[in-house]
């Protein structure tokens, strides 16, 4: 059973760029630093989430309010620094699509490869049925990724990123694909995927998006939870999907 | 294509048991019996279980294929069969669904370790463990891991749920399928009307003679009473049941009578006048006895345990049920029976009813056929999902550290493979420029001394492959984890891997180049197979010294920029300044720098006995108290990584 539960949880962000932490500055500077030096920023700031399955969540704010570092959070790529973190279920984090591809390898190569990242063993049959989703040549199985158009490679990751369902599925920004034939067969394919996910999470600036596809909003303001919409059941009409494209 | 051939064949079920016909008779070996045999149009059986008969390891029980792995004897009830978990494992990938019937600890074994994932399970929960229960904390964990696996679990009472604190946890994918009797098999060829004897005081009672079965309640009760007890059935109590008799002096009216065909005891269960379950603790779920004496109208006197028991035959309709291991309890209530033929004949008539229409083997074939339709179905509707066949359609989850050394030598694989994309040369360049190298060394070192140059050459070779790997895997590791910023924060891996990667990757280019040193070795040498024999768990030391320097340079260089060049120009230094391209014996023997030298001894631990055939120990002791310190910092390098995903 997949659930999340954040309670109380706090994450400060280290600046260690741009702040000299040399042994020099450590062991002079206790002589004479100013106080109030700020190292740390705060990220995210006691934030208590619980989410059960069928839980979509929207994460919506203003830039550096701390929506992408909290979903890094919940994937497990930073640690929280204080407050209790309980997370069940296999998480997908979509954060990037380009993660982990290798411009100079054959496609099918990649996509061999991420899915042996995500922990699968790829067979013949997952990637004839990936590359049936992009609907580009057979041939071009065989051709090193730098060879694809923009709109090509991203057919390919989103195509592998989004070929198997997830128990928690953290979204930063709606996938978007831009190519005008494909972008309707993403969406669609990215959409099943929310709704047989048991929790969602997405982070988006897009109010309309969320509004439609989540049924809590949470807004988010340095760091902290600033508001919490509960919304009713998302309506999926096919008519505000093609709305929002256009 | 999958589909159409899915379609054109059965699914295959493994059945996974202790024991099997014809070792053993007893009431679960039916229940299996009969759903092979029931479900043989739908579902294609197999059985795995545990022999000690030593017989033909593959046999055929009515129409089943039946493997039965050697075992040595029960140990504390459970077959001590060694090989048993390695065939099950073997055995899982061949078959479609697997029906485990618990408990069985040895097979929860092969389930607790992961294995067998890719296969849908279904647990037919027979019994608790309750005998030797000082083992429960051990056994526990690992039934629980099996049953939260388990996709369905089968149950032969709701009772069994409620009263189970183990299957209370999972009462969600329970399903109560009470067991099923042929109620035909006990009709009388006629049917007399004095059907009931009415001086009968015939006490029949079946079953494995083991201490859960209270048969020793059952003999006390017998004693300063005037009615007879038979006994059916074999087993390991026999001989204290016998003492028992003895003692008591009953041998006139107490009998075992071993095991008996089938036929016999449906012809014992229509002569008897009684019919007794004294069984005592909860091992007894159903009684699947009882059900077939009331099969055959006979009275049932069972006992008031906390699982089915007690609900298939009811205290006062078809039996009369007395507290569990009171002999006296258990004496009244036969004699009350014995002395109202009437209540016999109506208590017998009762049963016969309740066997018929509630506990019919088709309507128990047909929800287990369901229970097995849907576990199928289930993981082809996931495995359809996830757009591929079943046995590769579910991520490994398997511990932490496995998944993360599987993914670290996947990427090093790939990386292996895709050196020698858009290369010249193919494959083995790299041991190419090895070649070049040694050959260019050896004859300018070859001046040094006054040895034999071309002697040299495959210790010169060896070494510049191992010091090749070393120093490639820790310059790797300083920016192993920068070059893989984006898919440990976007994709959530942990950067572990990334070092790991590093040792995987470099060992598998050390092993193109190690082919210059072994041909050089081959051409050259005597060929002494004993001396590199002795040299490897030095060889081993050595890549495990490299793998934790790794691990710890290559976090102190992504949190602290300047370790980068520091560790590049001591890299180039310690080259020169250790005996890697020269010999100690090339210079004074006596140089401090050099006996102090770690990469001194790490060499020489396996350099000194390929050219030897001795171990220098003092060499080995300082490179494992090296190691140790090495090993502490790992540890500590691998808990501070959790943040490595600040420093990039």
Same mark, same amino acid.
């Given at each position: 059973m997949a659930s999340i539960q954040l309670r109380d949880v706090c994450l400060d962000y280290p600046l260690y760029g741009a702040y000299d932490f040399s042994l020099k500055r450590r062991l002079l500077g206790r002589l004479f630093r100013q106080p109030g030096e700020m190292r740390t920023i705060r990220a995210v700031d006691s934030i208590t989430i619980d989410a059960k399955p069928g839980a979509r969540i929207g994460l919506a704010g203003p830039n550096g309010s701390g929506k992408s570092t909290l979903l890094r959070l919940i994937a497990g790529v930073f640690p929280a620094t204080s407050g209790?973190?309980?997370?069940?279920?296999?998480?997908?984090?979509?954060?990037?699509?380009?993660?982990?591809?290798?411009?100079?390898?054959?496609?099918?190569?990649?996509?061999?490869?991420?899915?042996?990242?995500?922990?699968?063993?790829?067979?013949?049959?997952?990637?004839?049925?990936?590359?049936?989703?992009?609907?580009?040549?057979?041939?071009?199985?065989?051709?090193?990724?730098?060879?694809?158009?923009?709109?090509?490679?991203?057919r390919v990751l989103f195509a592998t990123a989004t070929a198997f369902p997830a128990d928690i599925l953290l979204l930063d920004e709606w996938l978007s694909v831009?190519?005008?034939?494909?972008?309707?067969?993403?969406?669609?394919?990215?959409?099943?995927?929310?709704?047989?996910?048991?929790?969602?999470?997405?982070?988006?600036?897009?109010?309309?998006?969320?509004?439609?596809?989540?049924?809590?909003?949470?807004?988010?303001?340095?760091?902290?939870?600033?508001?919490?919409?509960?919304?009713?059941?998302?309506?999926?009409?096919?008519?505000?999907?093609?709305?929002?494209?256009? | 294509m999958t589909m159409v051939n899915e379609l054109a064949r059965r699914p295959s079920v493994l059945h996974i048991f202790k024991v099997y016909y014809p070792d053993l008779f007893g009431g679960t070996l039916s229940v299996i019996r009969d759903i092979c045999v029931g479900l043989k149009d739908s579902f294609a059986a197999a059985v795995l279980v545990c022999s000690q008969s030593g017989g033909e390891r593959r046999i055929v029980v009515n129409d089943v294929a039946v493997e039965r792995v050697h075992s040595f004897g029960d140990v504390l009830s459970l077959p001590?069969?060694?090989?048993?978990?390695?065939?099950?494992?073997?055995?899982?990938?061949?078959?479609?669904?697997?029906?485990?019937?618990?408990?069985?600890?040895?097979?929860?074994?092969?389930?607790?370790?992961?294995?067998?994932?890719?296969?849908?399970?279904?647990?037919?929960?027979?019994?608790?463990?309750?005998?030797?229960? @000082?083992?429960?904390?051990? /056994?526990?964990?690992?039934?629980?891991?099996? =049953?939260? #696996? %388990? +996709?369905?679990?089968?149950?032969?009472d709701p009772v069994l749920v409620e009263?189970?604190?183990?299957?209370?946890?999972?009462?969600?994918?329970?399903?109560?399928?009470?067991?099923?009797?042929?109620?035909?098999?006990?009709?009388?060829?006629?049917?007399?009307?004095?059907?009931?004897?009415?001086?009968?005081?015939?006490?029949? @009672?079946?079953?494995?003679? /083991?201490?859960?079965?209270?048969?020793?309640? =059952?003999? #006390? %009760? +017998?004693?300063?009473?005037?009615?007879?007890?038979?006994?059916?059935?074999?087993?390991?109590?026999?001989?204290?049941?016998?003492?028992?008799?003895?003692?008591?002096?009953?041998?006139?009216?107490?009998?075992?009578?071993?095991?008996?065909?089938?036929?016999?005891?449906?012809?014992?269960?229509?002569?008897?006048?009684?019919?007794?379950?004294?069984?005592?603790?909860?091992?007894?779920?159903?009684?699947?006895?009882?059900?077939? +004496?009331?099969?055959?109208?006979?009275?049932?006197?069972?006992?008031?345990?906390?699982?089915?028991?007690?609900?298939?035959?009811?205290?006062?309709?078809?039996?009369?049920?007395?507290?569990?291991?009171?002999?006296?309890?258990?004496?009244?209530?036969?004699?009350?029976?014995?002395d109202d033929p009437e209540r016999r004949q109506r208590m017998g008539q009762a049963g016969r009813h309740r066997a018929m229409t509630k506990y019919s083997t088709t309507a128990f074939k047909e929800r287990v056929e369901t229970v097995y339709r849907m576990v199928v179905a289930e993981e082809a509707i996931a495995a359809k999902d996830a757009g591929s066949p079943a046995p590769a359609s579910r991520p490994h989850t398997a511990g932490g550290l496995v998944s993360a050394i599987q993914i670290a030598a996947a990427l090093a694989w790939s990386d292996m493979r895709h050196r020698y994309v858009r290369s010249l040369l193919g494959p083995f360049w790299m041991s190419i420029q090895m070649a070049i190298m040694v050959a260019v060394l050896?004859?300018?070192?070859?001046?040094?001394?006054?040895?034999?140059?071309?002697?040299?050459?495959?210790?010169?070779?060896?070494?510049?492959?191992?010091?090749?790997?070393?120093?490639?895997?820790?310059?790797?590791?300083?920016?192993?984890?920068?070059?893989?910023?984006?898919?440990?924060?976007?994709?959530?891996?942990?950067?572990?891997i990334f070092l790991l990667q590093c040792t995987f990757r470099q060992a598998l280019f050390a092993l193109h180049n190690a082919v210059v040193p072994l041909i050089l070795w081959l051409a050259l040498t005597p060929r002494d197979i004993s001396g590199a024999l002795v040299a490897l768990p030095g060889l081993v030391l050595f890549i495990v010294c490299t793998l934790a320097l790794s691990l710890v340079l290559g976090a102190l260089a992504t949190r602290y920029r300047d370790i980068k060049p520091i560790i590049e120009s001591s890299l180039t230094l310690a080259f020169l300044s250790s005996p890697i391209i020269w010999t100690p014996e090339m210079i004074?023997?006596?140089?401090?720098?050099?006996?102090?030298?770690?990469?001194?001894?790490?060499?020489?631990?396996?350099?000194?006995?390929?050219?030897?055939?001795?171990?220098?120990?003092?060499?080995?002791?300082?490179?494992?108290?090296?190691?140790?310190?090495?090993?502490?910092?790992?540890?500590?390098?691998?808990?501070?990584l959790r943040k490595a995903a600040f420093w990039i």
């Open positions: 209790e973190l309980e997370i069940s279920g296999n998480i997908v984090p979509l954060l990037g699509l380009g993660a982990g591809a290798n411009l100079d390898f054959t496609a099918a190569d990649n996509i061999s490869l991420l899915l042996r990242i995500s922990g699968r063993k790829p067979t013949q049959a997952m990637l004839d049925d990936i590359w049936a989703f992009t609907e580009l040549e057979e041939r071009m199985q065989r051709l090193p990724l730098r060879m694809f158009s923009s709109g090509m490679l991203m831009v190519d005008e034939n494909f972008s309707a067969k993403a969406e669609q394919r990215l959409q099943k995927m929310v709704e047989t996910a048991a929790i969602v999470i997405i982070a988006s600036h897009d109010h309309g998006l969320l509004r439609r596809t989540c049924n809590t909003i949470i807004n988010l303001d340095h760091g902290r939870i600033a508001s919490t919409v509960s919304l009713d059941a998302p309506s999926l009409h096919p008519l505000e999907l093609r709305e929002k494209r256009a | 001590a069969a060694p090989t048993y978990p390695w065939r099950l494992w073997r055995r899982i990938a061949e078959h479609d669904l697997l029906a485990l019937h618990a408990p069985f600890p040895l097979a929860d074994l092969v389930f607790a370790f992961g294995f067998g994932r890719r296969r849908p399970l279904v647990v037919h929960w027979h019994a608790d463990i309750v005998s030797h229960a @000082a083992l429960r904390w051990f /056994v526990e964990p690992m039934m629980r891991r099996t =049953l939260r #696996r %388990a +996709a369905a679990i089968i149950v032969s009263n189970t604190p183990l299957l209370r946890e999972f009462a969600d994918k329970c399903h109560a399928v009470p067991f099923g009797v042929d109620v035909a098999k006990y009709d009388r060829p006629v049917l007399r009307p004095a059907d009931v004897n009415s001086r009968g005081r015939l006490v029949l @009672a079946c079953g494995r003679l /083991v201490p859960y079965k209270g048969f020793d309640v =059952l003999i #006390r %009760a +017998a004693h300063s009473r005037n009615f007879e007890v038979w006994i059916v059935g074999e087993g390991r109590e026999r001989d204290q049941l016998e003492q028992l008799i003895r003692d008591y002096g009953l041998q006139d009216r107490v009998r075992l009578l071993g095991s008996v065909p089938e036929s016999e005891r449906v012809k014992l269960m229509r002569i008897a006048d009684v019919f007794v379950m004294p069984s005592v603790t909860n091992a007894e779920t159903f009684g699947l006895v009882q059900l077939e +004496a009331m099969a055959a109208g006979r009275p049932v006197i069972n006992t008031a345990l906390d699982t089915g028991v007690p609900y298939v035959a009811r205290n006062g309709i078809e039996a009369i049920t007395v507290p569990a291991g009171d002999p006296n309890a258990l004496a009244e209530a036969i004699e009350t029976l014995i050896g004859s300018v070192i070859g001046h040094f001394s006054n040895a034999s140059a071309v002697a040299r050459l495959p210790m010169l070779a060896a070494s510049l492959t191992a010091w090749t790997f070393l120093n490639s895997v820790v310059l790797d590791a300083t920016t192993a984890l920068q070059n893989s910023a984006s898919l440990i924060k976007d994709r959530a891996l942990p950067p572990v004074d023997r006596g140089s401090r720098v050099m006996r102090f030298n770690p990469l001194t001894h790490l060499f020489a631990i396996w350099r000194d006995p390929l050219a030897t055939g001795h171990v220098p120990m003092g060499s080995v002791a300082y490179v494992l108290t090296c190691l140790a310190a090495l090993a502490v910092a790992s540890v500590v390098t691998v808990a501070h």
